[in-house]
């Protein structure tokens, strides 16, 4: 008997995974990956040659085919990493590269003329959050400002989603999630908004039509040159992240589960029913929200952009050895036990970040801790964030990335965020939900529900230690009043009046209660 699959394209900011998922269990049956590089030809600059990310993706779809075995294919999806634009002719034909979220074109743009233009309440309220560096406008309005005949040329502005739609000879569609973290959508009336479209004084139509992530947009018998064993609807796909959700159990309505999915960025979050906009009902929760991959669904995110960098910097700079077995060495030494002495800051954007409590006993074994501790409390914040703004009960977390493949890395998220923490079986949870998303719409599944029953599993579970919970929560505020301008704040259950720590504005924010 054939196996029921979905073939995946997983597009990531270093590499494209495309993988086959068994929908029956939700495990990887085949996976290739192909690199391409990141590309920064001036300083602050961040690319990718948009016909290199194609190419790459060809290829690994051939040698997935290659070897696939016993197998029948339902459908092609996709994931994508968000936040980029390409601009393009009126042929569709590339006329830079993909500009990645964290290119700094951009900045002076997000902080000053759309600034002045509107508000945080109100860009918020169209958008579902802040006008930042990553946003896509302030980009857009920086090269209308500095490369003023290049925007007059451009037809259209790209994400990698509408150019991998269009080498597929399909229309460029954007999904709802992919066209919300363009920053110039609006995220209640589902259309680009008209405020933000004159202000930068470019029309609708170059940024392309909106469809739902699960619409069927064609059906396809190759891949490129690559021919398919099977004509394939096309789903849209979504962002990377909203695809995790549904992978992480986030998306399952009434679960009471909040997802965390880790890698490049460290995201915290879970998809609501209905229409939510998280900053407008609490603006100091920190969470930002847009329009879920399914029809009536609200995306609610907190997200830390540097958990990865500030990784691979240590890797870099501090160990000297950035090979697998470097990091796991550093993992097998590694104990956490709450009483620290160091306090690293990992807000590395901005130069911001900061060691603190360094003494000449210290060793890089101690600074790898203390590093692990602070990105585990950053997550910390974003988890309160989302336990703010979700209605019903949150008891538990479902863990997936790259995270996940540290046992002692999820022990640490319970005894620091004071709650249950469930690794997934299967931790591509990108891949996985968005295979789970078009198996509900080619009619696998009946519903988001029956789906994640089969294709969703738990490896292990992990419970916080009262203990060394209480150690922690009281030697980390004890840090923090040591290093940082106090004031009253609360977290857990506990009761102390402790602090902020305003190293980098709200990025040291912490609620402890003792």
Known sequence: MKRDSIL????????????????????ILY?????????????????????????????????????????????????????????????GAPLTNIILAFDVRGTEEALGEFGSRFTDEE???????????????????????????????????YTNQQWINQNLGLKPLNDYTMACRKMMFDIKSKEWSKPILSFLGIKA??????????????????????????????????????????????GIPDSGIIGDITGTYDHLGFIEQGFVNAGTENLEAEIFSYCGPLIDTSVCLGAFPTSGAVLEWFMREILDDCSPAAYDMMWKHAEFRGDSSLMFNPHFS??????????????????????????????????????????????KVWVGGGAARSEKWMQLRADIWGCRVERMQNIEVSSVGAALLAAVKVELYQDIKSAARSMLHIRDSY????????????????????????????????????????????AWTYDYHM
């Open 8 to 27: 995946v394209v997983d597009f990531g900011t270093s590499n494209v995974h495309v993988n086959v998922v068994h929908v029956r269990d939700g495990q």
């Open 31 to 91: 996976s290739k990956s192909r690199k391409y590089p990141m590309l920064s030809p001036k300083d602050g600059y961040t690319e990718i040659n948009p016909h290199e990310l194609w190419q790459a993706s060809v290829q690994c779809v051939k040698e997935v085919l290659d070897i696939m075995e016993n197998v029948e294919l339902h459908a092609i999806t996709f994931s994508y990493f968000g936040d980029n634009i390409m601009l393009a002719d009126s042929h």
């Open 123 to 157: 860009f918020i309220g169209i958008t579902g959050g802040t006008c930042v560096t990553f946003c896509t406008g302030p980009k857009l309005l920086w090269f209308k400002k500095h490369k003023p005949e290049l925007f007059e040329k451009t037809s259209y502005f």
């Open 205 to 250: 139509e170059q940024l392309g039509e909106v469809v739902p992530s699960t619409e069927i947009i064609g059906h396809i018998d190759k891949y490129g040159e690559i021919a398919l064993p099977f004509t394939l609807p096309v789903i849209v796909g979504s962002h990377d992240c909203d695809c995790g959700m549904y992978g992480a159990g986030a």
């Open 350 to 395: 901005g130069n911001l970040g900061g060691i603190y409590g360094l003494g000449l006993t210290k060793t890089k074994e101690d600074l790898f801790e203390s590093m692990i501790e602070s990105l585990t409390f950053e997550s910390r914040r974003i988890l309160e964030g989302c336990k703010k703004i979700k209605k019903g009960s949150c008891d």
């Open 463 to 506: 419970e916080p230690s009262k203990d060394i919970s209480d150690r922690y929560i009281w030697n980390w505020s004890a840090m923090v009043l040591r290093q940082g301008e106090v004031q009253h704040e609360k977290i857990g259950n506990h009761q102390c009046g402790v602090n902020e720590s305003t190293y980098s504005g709200k």
